[in-house]
């Protein structure tokens, strides 16, 4: 098959690269450049390889098995027991945790517009919102996922031209590849590898991939669309990260997530600011649609469940993930506490996600002669391993700033309450 044929059948790989470019990863990647320059850039580096290496196995085994990974955990097991505990951690961790994302996602969009237009935050946020639902309400997949790879495009090209503008030190950005670990840089890299290897994408790509290819001889067009895709997308996080380096003297602490829309101007010029914000919104507007599609699909998939986008119980589920993201979004949470919190709980509980996956793609009755290779396995062990790690790490040396960002998101909840 031509190259040229297979760049004409990209989608649910870019659907997977708007999924993990939300306003998380513009936040991350901007508190990261801010704070430490270039000095991270091996960090994403890392993870757009790990992303590939854990979204080829989930997009396998959806095109093979026609499974979800969620119905494929719910099969995997034998114990009641065990088929129950990986239910439960599907609909807690999956459906809580992309319900959590919503918030930050429908936040980061809605700071977008507030930056181009003068409107509040809290006016957008319903508005995005709504139009999220109308896009998911119509149960067309193939509308769905064009307008998400049209937005991935209009991302790219916002954010690169962005950095381009800022006039970044190709030296340094160049010596960013080097791994090193500044001192309190620990959180950050967890957060930046949570931002990129989303747990709950590993479910979407299972689903998603379904309803463009019918089996396994659709596989290598399949790996050029998830390869192509998540490159795309670990360039869209370098050119944020590359821009924030570029305009902020190291060290900065950034408390607004469109901060760096308007530190662009004075540096750049308008358009810098312009594209910065377009960017920006567009990361919370894919990344709003997508998360509770996720959710959808992998609680769905668990639950045994049609996994119909046009069902009752399919709607209900990403209807509730919405809402949840809309409601918080007006609660007056703090945008960059809800988006670093989440991306910092994702890369703990994400090993949990990896190591379910490389489970069921060892099982030959699923899967038959495209079961996992030992290069795979070995390449797959070694990235959970260092999410174990690095999450293990985090939960030691951060656990007050842990809390304290969760207390910082309870309260005014709380506060509402009384």
Not at 150 to 158: F, I, K, R, T, W
Not at 206 to 223: H, I, K, M, N, Y
Request: hydrophobic letters at 55%; one cysteine or more; proline letters at 4%.
């Amino acid at each position: 098959m031509s190259i040229t044929r297979r760049l004409k059948s990209i989608g649910p790989g870019a659907m997977v690269a708007a999924a993990f470019i939300g306003p998380g990863t513009v936040t991350t990647a901007s508190v990261t450049g801010a704070q430490f320059g270039y000095a991270l850039l091996w960090t994403l580096a890392f993870s757009i390889i790990a992303t590939m290496i854990l979204q080829e196995m989930s997009a396998r085994l959806g095109i093979v098995s026609r499974e979800g990974l969620g119905e494929a955990l719910r099969t995997q097991f034998d114990s009641p027991v065990a088929s129950a505990a990986s239910i439960a951690l599907v609909v807690s961790a999956i459906g809580i945790g992309t319900a959590a994302f919503e918030a930050g996602n429908i936040l980061g969009g809605a700071a977008g517009l507030a930056t181009l237009t003068g409107v509040s935050e809290t006016t957008w946020a319903p508005l995005m919102g709504a139009c999220a639902g109308v896009l998911l309400f119509t149960g067309r997949y193939e509308l769905i996922e064009r307008a998400l790879v049209g937005l991935v495009a209009v991302m790219a090209l916002a954010f690169v031209v962005a950095a381009a503008l800022a006039g970044p030190d190709l030296g340094a950005l160049a010596l960013g590849f080097v791994p090193s670990v500044p001192e309190g840089s620990l959180f950050l890299i967890t957060g930046l590898i949570g931002t990129t290897i989303v747990g709950y994408n590993l479910f979407l790509h299972a689903s998603s991939v379904q309803e463009r290819w019918a089996g396994p001889e659709d596989l290598p067009e399949c790996r050029t669309d998830t390869i192509a895709s998540i490159l795309v997308g670990g360039v869209i996080t370098l050119a944020i990260v590359v821009a924030a380096a570029a305009v902020f003297p190291v060290g900065t602490n950034i408390e607004d997530v469109g901060q760096m829309a308007e530190q662009l101007e004075p540096v750049a010029g308008t358009n810098a600011k312009l594209l910065f914000s377009v960017g920006l919104f567009a990361a919370g507007f894919t990344s709003a649609t997508t998360a509770p599609l996720a959710g959808a699909y992998a609680t769905a998939g668990a639950l045994g469940w049609e996994r119909d986008l046009k069902s009752t119980r399919f709607r209900a589920i990403w209807g509730v993930i919405l809402l949840v993201g809309v409601v918080s979004s007006v609660l007056g949470y703090d945008a960059v506490q809800v988006i670093l919190f989440a991306q910092v709980a994702n890369g703990i509980l994400l090993p949990v996600v990896a190591l379910f996956l490389i489970a069921v793609m060892n099982n030959r009755d699923t899967l038959g002669a495209n079961t996992n290779s030992a290069v795979q396995n070995v390449l797959g062990g070694i990235v959970t391993l260092v999410v174990i790690v690095i999450g293990l790490q985090t939960l030691a040396e951060n656990a007050p700033a842990f809390v304290e960002s969760l207390g910082a998101l309870l309260g005014p909840a709380i506060a509402g309450g009384l």
